[in-house]
T-cell receptor
């Protein structure tokens, strides 16, 4: 059974700092891995999608990497801003692509 | 249109009531999903519809009844809910396979 773990559970950083969020999964047989952002009480916003054959994806200040063999992904946020404060969720899709398992998330607070 | 629309945004219902949640997408996605999310927890998969047919039911109690009338619409019928069913209910859609998910903003359900 696939299990997804995110470390750290919470993170507080000063504005402008670069930071890394970690995601690990137990079964390397995945279709893709997706990083989401969730603001309190809101839905999920997709940030980056990495296919199983890819190593990384970039969007603006965000960069996500995937190492399927070791069951790890990282989300790198450059030059953090207070507006980046949110919960970041990692989700892996099984080989059918219809079942996605979420990690518990990392709650990020960026101080101005 | 690149959105998943959920209505209502908020719902308060008694334990003897019958209500429905609605989800709509016009992206031509072939799979639609219901997730339940409790406070400070990750989303948990409830149901998956693929090509308008129920393909995954994660052992959800029968007081939750999903329906997919057409490829753009997904409903969740609620009956005789318990206070512990209070949560954020999220709908998502995808093309399946290696494609990522698009989530709606959710319905905040309170059972009194």
């Amino acid at each position: 059974k696939q299990e997804v773990t995110q470390i750290p559970a919470a993170l507080s950083v000063p504005e402008g700092e670069n930071l890394v969020l970690n995601c690990s999964f137990t079964d390397s047989a995945i279709y893709n891995l997706q990083w989401f952002r969730q603001d309190p009480g809101k839905g999920l916003t997709s940030l980056l999608l990495i296919q199983s054959s890819q190593r990384e994806q970039t969007s603006g200040r965000l960069n996500a990497s995937l190492d399927k063999s070791s069951g790890r992904s990282t989300l790198y946020i450059a030059a953090s801003q207070p507006g980046d404060s949110a919960t970041y969720l990692c989700a892996v899709a099984d080989t059918g692509g219809f079942k996605t398992i979420f990690g518990a998330g990392t709650r990020l607070f960026v101080k101005a | 249109d690149t959105e998943v629309t959920q209505t209502p945004k908020h719902l308060v219902m008694g334990m003897t009531n019958k209500k429905s949640l609605k989800c709509e997408q016009h992206m031509g996605h072939r799979a639609m999903y219901w997730y339940k999310q409790k406070a400070k927890k990750p989303p948990e998969l409830m149901f998956v519809y693929s090509y308008e047919k129920l393909s995954i039911n994660e052992s959800v109690p029968s007081r939750f009844s999903p329906e997919c009338p057409n490829s753009s619409l997904l409903n969740l019928h609620l009956h005789a809910l318990q206070p512990e069913d209070s949560a954020l209910y999220l709908c998502a859609s995808s093309q399946g396979g290696t494609y990522g998910y698009t989530f709606g903003s959710g319905t905040r359900l309170t059972v009194v």
